[in-house]
């Protein structure tokens, strides 16, 4: 194809933080140990309820584990209330119903349970069961942070540092994560290793980043995993190792993680028009393909050039056209552009000059050089002919 534009690539050369600004929500769950009834008669009703819940030496059994921890809940339990809230609000062996579920989590609340309040400050976050109310969701996270629960020690910082449900306070949204970061807590490890890496409190310290970074990858967290890859890319708060920056990435990648795929891609791929082993290549396409399979505009626009051009895939320029016309409708210029000239042309697609200037003229006002000095050409005099 003539006059198509090389798909412009991201640097990356900054750590990428998917999720930084956003709200770690913790999640429901029946699965909390440890837990103690307030009388020998509570703890076994609780007990023989979780077996029944998961199928524990008897016949898995919704229904009948409900009616021991129902027991259970009326004698006291703060884990059994907590059980059941669950159990409603993940519709198991019942329907699932947020507001039944917040009432029995307000009843363990009420017995001392920081789980539960942690639950209770997701669903007034998300309005769940209940009105959206981020003061309440506030109060709810701030609760069981008091008792020492990491995760919504995490939510407590998060909606500080946002500014949601309470004033914005980066000294007290720091004060949090790093609470919950000295317990293990991966968000919030992360979250650390960010604001060390930005020095968003004082001087940067990329070492301090990496320490923080390295201890929440340890845990297989993903967004962890790529900025520790990222950074071992860089040579910032460590050596610079290739190696060890594909193998981290490689991990995050394998987990799903959109740009750690285009990292480690654009680690494999040299770039348009420059010779390069058929393994790497391929290895780059294979990682650019399953970031465009996630919507990813950037590397839907290198995937459709990879096989336009038969770069690590074995040519196709119908397939390059399919992925060009996802990239184009996701907003990417460049994509815009190439396709109005594979409209144009006729190269993969049936030739279609109307609809080529329809792209082309899309991609012009987005500032597209090459589609800037084409639609100038044409209103110049340069008609083009079908």
């Not at 198509?4 to 999640?27: A, C, D, F, H, T």
């Not at 917040?102 to 209940?130: H, I, M, P, T």
């Not at 697609?349 to 991609?363: M, S």
Request: aromatic fraction near 12%; glycine fraction near 12%; charged fraction near 25%.
């Amino acid at each position: 194809m003539q006059n198509r534009k090389v798909p412009e690539l991201p640097s990356y050369m900054g750590i990428q933080l998917p999720g930084s600004g956003e709200m770690s929500n913790p999640v429901f769950t029946v699965s909390w140990q440890d837990r103690r009834s307030s009388s020998g008669d509570a703890e076994r009703d609780f007990e023989l309820g979780r077996k029944y819940c998961y199928g524990n030496g008897v016949p898995q059994d919704y229904v009948r584990a409900a009616g021991f921890l129902r027991k259970a809940a009326d004698k006291g339990s703060a884990g059994a209330c907590f059980y059941l809230g669950a159990m409603y609000c993940q519709g198991e062996g019942t329907a699932q119903d947020y507001a039944e579920g917040a009432e029995w989590f307000r009843r363990a609340s009420d017995l001392g349970d920081a789980l539960a309040n942690c639950n209770l400050g997701f669903l007034y976050l998300n309005g769940k069961g209940v009105p959206q109310d981020y003061s309440a969701a506030f109060g709810w996270y701030m609760k069981a942070a008091e008792q020492g629960l990491p995760q919504a020690e995490d939510a407590v910082g998060s909606m500080y540092a946002l500014g949601s449900g309470v004033k914005k306070d980066d000294a007290e949204a720091i004060k949090w994560y790093m609470r919950a970061a000295e317990k293990g807590y991966a968000h919030a490890e992360v979250v650390m290793g960010h604001w060390y890496l930005t020095g968003n409190w004082g001087t940067p310290d990329c070492e301090e980043a990496v320490r923080w970074f390295r201890k929440a990858a340890e845990q297989g967290y993903a967004d962890a995993e790529l900025c520790l890859g990222q950074m071992y890319r860089d040579g910032r708060g460590v050596a610079k190792d290739e190696v060890m920056a594909a193998a981290w990435l490689r991990k995050a990648a394998e987990k799903g993680l959109p740009v750690a795929q285009v990292s480690l891609a654009l680690m494999y791929w040299k770039g348009p028009y420059i010779a390069q082993d058929e393994a790497e290549a391929a290895e780059a396409a294979k990682w650019f393909l399953a970031a465009a399979e996630q919507g990813v505009p950037v590397a839907e626009g290198v995937i459709s050039y990879m096989y336009h051009e038969g770069v690590g895939v074995k040519k196709d320029k119908e397939e390059a056209v399919r992925w060009l016309r996802k990239a184009a409708g996701h907003g990417d210029s460049a994509s815009q552009y190439n396709l109005g000239m594979s409209f144009m042309e006729g190269d993969g697609v049936t030739k279609d000059v109307r609809e080529g200037l329809v792209w082309i003229q899309k991609a012009a006002e987005q500032g597209c050089p090459p589609a800037v000095s084409y639609m100038n050409d044409i209103r110049g005099g340069k008609d083009q002919k079908s």
